[in-house]
């Protein structure tokens, strides 16, 4: 089984994208084959400019492989380190009609956000079906904002399959955990860079600590008073990282009152700190030793170029490229 998912480097990583997506394929890396990799050309389709693209790609790996990316288990590399995923979406491009790109919800969303409607961001999706085709992809773990894509990955290589070979792309599953709530930002709405509203997953003690203290939302019921429980932010975000027991015990001191917000937020603060404990030190041993990240990109692109090579090959002669 080979698993594929591909993470834009778009910036710091935060809790939602952590218990969103990152855990989930961490622990899949134990269970077959996976390959993952830094979506940098999806991420130009924003046009974050060249430094900020090169420094997001770096930081992504760096905060991936301290989270718990383990790249003698899983080929991790760059998406541009194999530039032959362009020609498939080039071919992919051939059968692709323009309705279904049109229907995509990221590229309208992306034109209301301001973006430029740019051919790479309608495109888009003709990429992304490349990126799982070019690697014989069985399964496809990515979050309930990517489902759409798979279906076009689906309806394109179905297409492929068709004019050209029963099976020549093999045709992948998408891993949607539908039970993975979405984890709520400091302010009650969906985590997300665009509202401003993140927790991070790394950062300095102080700000975070500070943050926590001054950006969770809370009402204004007084110290003594008992606390609502439904749809507080601090329990939400505690349960995410407390034992089944701790939470227990905060939700328990919320119903008796006589504890006021500022410690719920220390103990938020308490257990996120300790959560990330481990990922954190080893982020600071990748930081301390530089050229580890290169080193791991290079083998990983190495063995992806490898992977893909075949499969292209297979492509380019069925369709009359040779
Ligand atoms: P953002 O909304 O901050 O721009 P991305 O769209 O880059 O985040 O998120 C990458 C992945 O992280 C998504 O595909 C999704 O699976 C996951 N994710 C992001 N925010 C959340 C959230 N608040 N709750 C759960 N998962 C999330
Ligand atoms: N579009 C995905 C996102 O924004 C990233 C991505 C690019 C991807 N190529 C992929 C995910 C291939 C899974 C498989 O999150």
């Not at 924003?46 to 718990?68: I, K």
């Not at 380190?81 to 992919?92: C, D, F, K, Q, R």
């Not at 990429?127 to 394109?156: C, F, N, W």
């Amino acid at each position: 089984m080979r698993f594929l998912t591909g993470l834009q480097p778009s910036g710091k990583l935060h809790i939602g994208n952590y218990f969103g997506a990152i855990q989930n394929a961490i622990e899949l890396q134990n269970k077959g084959e996976a390959f993952y990799f830094i979506a940098n050309y999806h991420a130009m389709t924003t046009m974050p400019g060249a430094e900020t693209l090169r420094a997001n790609t770096y930081e992504m790996a760096v905060d991936l492989l301290a989270c718990g990316l383990d790249p003698q288990k899983a080929v991790f590399f760059a998406q541009s380190a194999v530039p032959e995923v362009n020609e498939l979406a080039w071919i992919l491009s051939t059968v692709c009609p323009m309705g279904l790109l049109e229907r995509c919800h990221s590229y309208k969303d992306k034109i209301a956000k301001g973006f430029s409607p740019n051919h790479a961001l309608f495109a888009y999706p003709a990429l992304m079906a490349a990126d799982i085709l070019l690697y014989d992809s069985d399964a496809v773990p990515v979050g309930k904002d990517q489902k759409q894509h798979l279906e076009v990955t689906r309806d394109l290589a179905g297409k492929i399959n068709d004019a050209f070979g029963k099976d020549l792309l093999r045709m992948p599953e998408a891993i949607i955990n539908e039970t993975t709530a979405i984890v709520p930002g400091l302010d009650g709405q969906k985590m997300s860079k665009s509202y401003g509203n993140t927790l991070p997953v790394f950062g300095e003690e102080k700000a975070l600590r500070k943050l926590i203290n001054k950006k969770v939302v809370t009402d204004a019921t007084p110290l003594e008073d008992p606390k609502p429980t439904e749809n507080s932010i601090i329990l939400a975000l505690y349960k995410l990282f407390a034992t089944p027991t701790q939470y227990d015990e905060m939700v328990e001191a919320h119903n008796r009152g006589g504890v006021g917000y500022g410690q719920f937020k220390k103990d938020l603060f308490e257990a996120y700190w300790e959560f990330f404990r481990a990922a954190r030190e080893k982020r600071e041993w990748i930081m301390a030793n530089p050229g580890y990240v290169d080193e791991v990109l290079a083998a990983g692109a190495t063995k992806a170029r490898e992977a893909a090579a075949q499969v292209l090959a297979r492509v380019r002669k069925a369709v009359g490229l040779i």
